[in-house]
């Protein structure tokens, strides 16, 4: 069989990928148990309690986003909040302005690099391969008081001034493990027979780089990617030590709002966050699946 075209080579490497597992034994009967268990017992409850505890909060912070009065007590339904979310809200949408182009330069950059660096680590054997692996867990293990106090020591050492670069690159640093944990657990998964043979059908490094180990993991990548979005859109304490006059970004800016009283303004906010949030995740699955299916 020839294959001189790369899309070739790339549709028939892919397409080993595709196919499914079969179900073993014990996973079916694993299966046929869970379905035929009862529907009121233990887990049942504490998972329903453990989702209401969840998505309560929520719940009181959408309904309360349309009553007529600041106060939590209901006096009536109104969109006037709404109104001065979208007519009146000029810093807090300057400050959401920020934070998005801080969250997707940051996590684009991570992504990036921590993609490189994930399948480096798996593909190579160097020596420092092991050092690397057990320093990249340290940024998820320190408090991020500590983190942010180190940067903020950095940059006044090298005379940086605070700012968006300076936030930029702290969302970054600890976006970065994140990414390369999870490409990496990722590329755990990946048969590496495929890339013997994209090189016996002539592949370059390159070639199989590109058209075959990326397509194969970037559920994994576009997942890492998400995550440092919302790791960077909620972060506060890294961001408060190393923000300067004209970076305040989303958090910075509820917080000081937060601390002369709640707005219902914030809760308006966040149900527009929470739909946003929403239509992106659908719109990724679906995204996701079209991907499975051309393949």
Same mark, same amino acid.
């Given at each position: 069989?020839?294959?001189?075209?790369?899309?070739?080579? *790339?549709?028939?490497?892919?397409? &080993?990928?595709?196919?499914?597992?079969?179900?073993?034994?014990?996973? #079916?009967?694993? #299966?046929? $148990?869970?379905? !035929? &268990?009862?529907?009121?017992?233990?887990? !049942?409850?504490?998972?329903?309690?453990?989702?209401?505890?969840?998505?309560?909060?929520?719940?009181?912070?959408?309904?309360?986003? @349309? %009553?007529?009065?600041?106060?939590?007590? /209901?006096?009536?339904?109104?969109?006037? /909040?709404?109104?001065?979310?979208?007519?009146?809200?000029?810093?807090? /949408?300057?400050?959401?302005? !920020?934070?998005?182009?801080?969250?997707?330069?940051?996590?684009?950059? $991570?992504?990036?690099?921590?993609?490189?660096?994930?399948?480096?680590?798996? /593909?190579?054997?160097?020596?420092?391969?092991?050092?690397?692996?057990?320093?990249?867990?340290?940024?998820?293990?320190?408090?991020?008081?500590?983190?942010?106090?180190?940067?903020?020591?950095? @940059?006044?050492?090298?005379?940086?001034?605070?700012?968006?670069?300076?936030? *930029?690159?702290?969302?970054?640093?600890?976006?970065?493990?994140?990414?390369?944990?999870?490409?990496?657990?990722?590329?755990?998964?990946?048969?590496?027979?495929?890339?013997?043979?994209? &090189?016996?059908?002539? $592949?370059?490094? &390159?070639?199989?780089?590109?058209?075959?180990?990326?397509?194969?993991?970037?559920?994994?990548?576009?997942? $890492?990617?998400?995550?440092?979005?919302?790791?960077?859109?909620?972060?506060?304490?890294?961001?408060?030590?190393?923000?300067?006059?004209?970076?305040?970004?989303?958090?910075? *800016?509820?917080?000081?709002?937060?601390?002369?009283?709640?707005?219902?303004?914030?809760?308006?906010?966040?149900?527009?966050?929470?739909?946003?949030?929403?239509?992106?995740?659908?719109?990724? #699955? %679906?995204?996701?699946?079209?991907?499975?299916?051309?393949?």
């Amino acid at each position: 069989m020839s294959m001189n075209r790369p899309t070739d080579l *790339y549709h028939h490497l892919v397409s &080993r990928l595709a196919k499914k597992k079969p179900v073993s034994e014990p996973a #079916r009967h694993a #299966r046929r $148990a869970l379905q !035929n &268990r009862p529907r009121l017992s233990l887990s !049942n409850t504490v998972m329903a309690l453990s989702v209401v505890f969840l998505f309560l909060p929520l719940v009181v912070i959408v309904v309360f986003s @349309f %009553n007529r009065a600041k106060g939590m007590v /209901w006096t009536g339904f109104s969109t006037g /909040w709404y109104e001065k979310l979208f007519l009146d809200s000029d810093k807090l /949408w300057s400050s959401f302005s !920020n934070s998005l182009i801080i969250a997707l330069a940051s996590a684009g950059t $991570a992504t990036v690099l921590g993609t490189l660096a994930a399948i480096g680590v798996n /593909w190579y054997r160097f020596k420092f391969r092991t050092y690397i692996q057990t320093i990249s867990f340290l940024p998820m293990i320190l408090p991020e008081v500590i983190l942010g106090i180190s940067m903020l020591i950095f @940059f006044s050492a090298v005379n940086l001034p605070l700012g968006m670069m300076t936030i *930029y690159i702290a969302h970054t640093s600890f976006c970065l493990p994140f990414v390369f944990l999870m490409v990496l657990a990722r590329l755990d998964e990946f048969d590496f027979s495929i890339i013997e043979a994209s &090189r016996d059908l002539g $592949a370059t490094e &390159r070639q199989t780089l590109f058209k075959v180990i990326i397509p194969a993991v970037l559920p994994g990548i576009l997942s $890492a990617f998400l995550m440092s979005v919302t790791l960077s859109l909620e972060d506060f304490v890294i961001t408060f030590f190393v923000s300067g006059p004209g970076s305040t970004t989303l958090p910075l *800016y509820v917080f000081s709002m937060v601390r002369y009283g709640i707005s219902p303004v914030i809760n308006a906010l966040s149900l527009v966050l929470i739909l946003g949030t929403m239509i992106i995740a659908f719109a990724l #699955r %679906n995204f996701l699946k079209s991907i499975a299916a051309s393949k």
